[in-house]
């Protein structure tokens, strides 16, 4: 049994994974903002922890997550307000980052998307742009913060049952994947140690989530 965080707790993939991982015989905190979202996420057999990530710094992310021994993040400000994604999405992400390292948790996984990169060719006029531009910062630091980190980059994400089946190393190119299949990544990859280092673009497929994540 591991003690496993997940920030961002009320998002559709993080309410999938909480009770997968519950289920594996974890004990699961869930960080979310809203305290209005407590029933749903405490249905999930969590714990509950309510807080603005905007609020914290390096030194607050180290307190919320001291005891833990791998930490999720699959927190994002939603998008429309560039402002909002730029503090959550990036300079929360990061801070959340060091203040792992303050508090001695190594594992650390990270749930991107596909495209996500320096290269992410978005244009800046789009509305999705801050977002790119944040999850590639994101991603970039966690890549050089001496964690132990896996990147994980769903395509296109759908409200579709579970196969438990994916196809990893694809670009994003117009696949998808379930929400319900990313929730089973995560809960793989924290299983996994070989995942660590390693970012895993993926879509569904034809392959045991178990067997692709190691490809």
Known sequence: MAKIMIIGGHGKVALLAAPL???AGHEVTSVFRNPEHEADVAATGAI??????ESLDADGFAELVAGQQAIVWSAGAGGGNPERTYAVDRDAAIASMQGALQAGVNRYIMVSYAGAG???GVDPGSSFFAYAEAKAAADEALRGSGLGWTILGPSRLTLDEASGM???????DG??????????????????????GRRINFNDGSTPIAQAILA
């Not at 696949?175 to 660590?196: F, H, L, Y």
């Open 118 to 120: 320096v290269d992410h």
């Open 21 to 23: 991982l519950v289920q």
């Open 48 to 53: 509950t922890r309510v807080v603005d990530l």
């Open 166 to 172: 994916i196809e990893v190393g694809v670009s994003n």
């Open 175 to 196: 696949g998808q994947v379930s929400r319900a299949n990313v929730a089973r990544v995560i809960k793989a990859v924290i299983a996994e140690p070989a995942t660590i």
